[in-house]
């Protein structure tokens, strides 16, 4: 049976049907594909000649506001199946709705929903009246395949939002704009931090700038330090690997599609054809490392941990600039323990994540315990009922004794056991996925992967699949958008711009940059043939944190006057005592937020 939906959902959803109800009024050619209520909004999939422009969106969003006006009943009607393929053919929207119609198990009640003249198959749920719908706004129009298919036809998608109220509606729509100006496709073009070029290197390939690859290198330090004192042990693994260490893995029956495909290579001996994937993940690979060398109870915990490079050929429709991409850099790792110290080690897991939230100033977050559907054991999840809910329990014991802000969503677990997705929410209030958990009792038995116990025999380690700064490019997407660009000092591209105030005044500039860069800063120093003001603009609009103002009076004393993007003009101080305290800023990753 259909669960309820929630208010809010239920005014999203009934929104979608009012589009549809407006458009088949503008457009009767319209064929209708699914329009479903989603986290911010709702939309609504048309496949039609004519191609939807700013302009239909303002008229379809007038009609919408009739049919909301003539205060229309959701009725719901339940029919037998060939009572429902007549129903479709008779509103004249078989080509979609007949395939949607065969996804309905038998037996399952088979329903529509009725408004004014509209008619549409749905499961519900529904506000009683259109008039219950009081503040909405269509925003966008994009392109998506059927099904999500790239072999499926392209459909037209209207996007829009709604909320119980105008004022919840007004506020969302800033933050939209606001998201807008952070949006870190623009932001990373503007600063130069990554491009893209689809037609010699690749769609969803992000090729890392000077600057930008300054952003992967200070978080994969930041990694390392964190690790190491964790008690990691770094490895390296190949980009690729043989067609049996996925099939061993289990990844090629449960995760080809989302591969790249096979490179099929002749052996040197036998003629033999073996076919390489690109890696999709690094889990396989440390398995063959803790494989490499016989185990006692003594070497567990062990950890395990890369800067590994993975390939997944996402869809073309759902790359999008850093946050969906095919080539990433993992933060991975891999824990081997045993059930014994499984709560230790999910728990330090846990807390590396919320030092992560401290030191960028992740004010909300919150941990989606994904578990399996039983009924899917086998196809979607490793049948394995038992360690399943052993594993399940485990996980949600540590979350509930830790009191960490989690929910629990079933039928999202990996395939190989529980997941954590971690939810963040940037500084205007987004949410993005940054980062995942995951408990693996199912892989490890598939590589022989043994221990030696204390009394002489032989076991298989749990393994916990963690990564919590994600993928570096989804990670520094978000940050980007985060911080707007405004990076705090240590994370910064450029650390400090010398401004002399005239050319006598170069000499000095470049020994303040040359003790600086001496120092591990990273400055430039701006001798271009402009006025000041011209050149401090300039600064601020590439958003560097620390900008020194060096005239003559600085030259004579050793000195710097020194302007902060987060704390502004700070007067005049030495040379050194600049740099001592910038360094002292940078070591401590001082968390700086412009306000």
């Given at each position: 049976?259909?669960?309820?939906?929630?208010?809010?959902?239920?005014?999203?959803?009934?929104?979608?049907?009012?589009?549809?109800?407006?458009?088949?009024?503008?457009?009767?050619?319209?064929?209708?594909?699914?329009?479903?209520?989603?986290?911010?909004?709702?939309?609504?999939?048309?496949?039609?000649?004519?191609?939807?422009?700013?302009?239909?969106?303002?008229?379809?969003?007038?009609?919408?506001?009739?049919?909301?006006?003539?205060?229309?009943?959701?009725?719901?009607?339940?029919?037998?199946?060939?009572?429902?393929?007549?129903?479709?053919?008779?509103?004249?929207?078989?080509?979609?709705?007949?395939?949607?119609?065969?996804?309905?198990?038998?037996?399952?009640?088979?329903?529509?929903?009725?408004?004014?003249?509209?008619?549409?198959?749905?499961?519900?749920?529904?506000?009683?009246?259109?008039?219950?719908?009081k503040a909405f706004k269509l925003l966008s129009i994009a392109g998506a395949y059927h099904r999500g298919e790239s072999s499926n036809k392209?459909?037209?998608?209207?996007?829009?939002?709604?909320?119980?109220?105008?004022?919840?509606?007004?506020?969302?729509?800033e933050m939209l704009e606001e998201a807008k100006k952070r949006d870190h496709r623009r932001i990373g073009k503007e600063m130069q931090l990554?491009?893209?070029?689809?037609?010699?290197?690749?769609?969803?390939?992000?090729?890392?700038?000077?600057?930008?690859?300054?952003?992967?290198?200070?978080?994969?330090?930041?990694?390392?330090?964190?690790?190491?004192?964790?008690?990691?042990?770094?490895?390296?693994?190949?980009?690729?690997?043989?067609?049996?260490?996925?099939?061993?893995?289990?990844?090629?029956?449960?995760y080809e599609e989302s591969m790249f495909p096979a490179m099929e290579f002749e052996e040197e001996t036998g003629g033999v054809k073996v076919?390489?994937?690109?890696?999709?993940?690094?889990?396989?690979?440390?398995?063959?490392?803790?494989?490499?060398?016989?185990?006692?109870?003594?070497?567990?915990?062990?950890?395990?941990?890369?800067?590994?490079?993975?390939?997944?050929?996402?869809?073309?429709?759902?790359?999008?600039?850093?946050?969906?991409?095919?080539?990433?850099?993992?933060?991975?790792?891999?824990?081997?323990?045993?059930?014994?110290?499984?709560?230790?080690?999910?728990?330090?897991?846990?807390?590396?994540?919320?030092?992560?939230?401290?030191?960028?100033?992740?004010?909300?977050?919150?941990?989606?315990?994904?578990?399996?559907?039983?009924?899917?054991?086998?196809?979607?999840?490793?049948?394995?009922?038992?360690?399943?809910?052993?594993?399940?329990?485990?996980?949600?014991?540590?979350?509930?004794?830790?009191?960490?802000?989690?929910?629990?969503?079933?039928?999202?677990?990996?395939?190989?056991?529980?997941?954590?997705?971690?939810?963040?929410?940037?500084?205007?209030?987004?949410?993005?996925?940054?980062?995942?958990?995951?408990?693996?009792?199912?892989?490890?038995?598939?590589?022989?992967?043994?221990?030696?116990?204390?009394?002489?025999?032989?076991?298989?380690?749990?393994?916990?699949?963690?990564?919590?700064?994600?993928?570096?490019?989804?990670?520094?997407?978000?940050?980007?958008?985060?911080?707007?660009?405004?990076?705090?000092?240590?994370?910064?591209?450029?650390?400090?711009?010398?401004?002399?105030?005239?050319?006598?005044?170069?000499?000095?500039?470049?020994?303040?940059?040359?003790?600086?860069?001496?120092?591990?800063?990273?400055?430039?120093?701006?001798?271009?043939?402009?006025?000041?003001?011209?050149?401090?603009?300039?600064?601020?609009?590439?958003?560097?944190?620390?900008?020194?103002?060096?005239?003559?009076?600085?030259?004579?004393?050793?000195?710097?006057?020194?302007?902060?993007?987060?704390?502004?003009?700070?007067?005049?101080?030495?040379?050194?005592?600049?740099?001592?305290?910038?360094?002292?800023?940078?070591?401590?990753?001082?968390?700086?937020?412009?306000?």
């Amino acid at each position: 049976m259909k669960e309820q939906m929630t208010p809010l959902e239920e005014i999203r959803h009934s929104s979608a049907h009012v589009l549809a109800t407006a458009v088949l009024r503008l457009f009767p050619d319209a064929q209708l594909d699914i329009g479903p209520p989603t986290d911010t909004g709702f939309y609504y999939d048309f496949d039609l000649e004519h191609t939807f422009t700013a302009e239909d969106l303002e008229a379809i969003e007038a009609e919408m506001k009739k049919v909301i006006k003539e205060n229309q009943k959701f009725i719901r009607m339940e029919v037998p199946r060939e009572e429902a393929i007549q129903m479709i053919k008779e509103f004249g929207q078989e080509t979609y709705k007949l395939g949607r119609l065969e996804d309905i198990p038998e037996g399952e009640a088979i329903s529509f929903y009725k408004n004014g003249e509209f008619l549409d198959l749905c499961a519900g749920t529904h506000v009683n009246y259109t008039k219950k719908i009081k503040a909405f706004k269509l925003l966008s129009i994009a392109g998506a395949y059927h099904r999500g298919e790239s072999s499926n036809k392209q459909l037209q998608r209207i996007y829009g939002t709604a909320f119980p109220s105008k004022d919840e509606l007004a506020e969302h729509l800033e933050m939209l704009e606001e998201a807008k100006k952070r949006d870190h496709r623009r932001i990373g073009k503007e600063m130069q931090l990554f491009a893209f070029d689809s037609d010699q290197v690749g769609p969803g390939l992000p090729l890392w700038m000077p600057r930008g690859t300054v952003l992967v290198e200070e978080l994969e330090k930041l990694a390392k330090e964190t690790e190491f004192g964790a008690g990691y042990d770094r490895v390296r693994t190949p980009h690729l690997a043989k067609e049996s260490l996925y099939i061993t893995s289990g990844h090629l029956p449960y995760y080809e599609e989302s591969m790249f495909p096979a490179m099929e290579f002749e052996e040197e001996t036998g003629g033999v054809k073996v076919r390489y994937f690109l890696k999709a993940m690094n889990c396989p690979h440390h398995h063959k490392i803790y494989a490499a060398l016989p185990r006692s109870y003594r070497d567990l915990p062990l950890r395990f941990a890369e800067y590994g490079t993975c390939y997944r050929y996402e869809q073309s429709g759902e790359l999008m600039g850093l946050m969906r991409v095919r080539s990433m850099q993992m933060n991975d790792a891999h824990i081997y323990c045993t059930a014994e110290q499984f709560e230790a080690e999910f728990n330090a897991v846990n807390e590396m994540y919320l030092k992560y939230f401290e030191l960028f100033g992740f004010k909300k977050y919150l941990m989606r315990f994904s578990t399996h559907d039983p009924d899917k054991l086998g196809k979607k999840f490793v049948d394995n009922p038992e360690l399943w809910e052993k594993t399940e329990n485990m996980v949600r014991d540590v979350l509930k004794s830790s009191g960490i802000n989690f929910v629990e969503v079933p039928n999202e677990a990996a395939f190989y056991g529980p997941k954590i997705d971690v939810q963040v929410w940037s500084a205007i209030g987004r949410e993005f996925t940054i980062a995942t958990n995951q408990v693996d009792f199912a892989v490890p038995p598939r590589f022989n992967l043994e221990y030696t116990t204390p009394e002489n025999t032989k076991a298989t380690p749990l393994c916990i699949h963690r990564a919590p700064l994600g993928t570096h490019e989804r990670f520094i997407g978000f940050l980007i958008e985060h911080f707007g660009g405004d990076f705090p000092t240590w994370l910064a591209p450029e650390q400090v711009r010398v401004l002399p105030i005239s050319d006598k005044i170069a000499d000095y500039a470049k020994s303040v940059l040359a003790d600086l860069n001496a120092a591990g800063i990273r400055a430039t120093v701006d001798l271009q043939a402009e006025k000041l003001g011209a050149k401090i603009r300039k600064a601020e609009i590439e958003k560097v944190p620390n900008v020194l103002i060096v005239g003559t009076k600085e030259a004579e004393e050793g000195a710097v006057s020194v302007r902060s993007r987060f704390e502004g003009d700070r007067g005049t101080m030495s040379a050194d005592a600049f740099k001592d305290d910038l360094l002292e800023t940078i070591r401590t990753r001082k968390l700086q937020v412009k306000e």
